[in-house]
C-alpha cells in the first residue's frame, strides 16, 4: 500500500474509496493513521483513531494503530 512507501496521495486516495464504500470507514481511518505516523505526525493520528474508536471500539486494527500512536509518543 502507499503508506509503506512513503506514497501519500495513494495512501489518501486508497482511505477515500473505502469511505464512498462505507462512510466512516474504520479501516480507512487505520490507512489516514499509518500515513500520519509515517509523516511522524502521532496528533492526527491520534485525532483519526479517536473518532474512528468512537465508533468501533473494539476494532483491532484500529487498537493496534492506536498502540503505535502511543508508542511514537
Not at 496528533?43 to 468501533?56: D, F, H, Q, T
Amino acid at each position: 500500500m502507499g503508506v509503506s512507501g512513503f506514497d501519500f496521495d495513494r495512501a489518501e486516495s486508497v482511505a477515500l474509496r473505502l469511505d464512498a464504500l462505507a462512510e466512516g470507514s474504520a479501516d480507512a481511518a487505520v490507512v489516514r493513521a499509518r500515513a500520519a505516523l509515517r509523516r511522524r505526525d502521532p496528533a492526527l493520528a491520534e485525532w483519526v483513531l479517536s473518532r474512528a474508536l468512537a465508533a468501533y471500539p473494539e476494532h483491532r486494527e484500529l487498537l493496534a494503530a492506536q498502540a503505535a500512536t502511543a508508542a511514537v509518543r
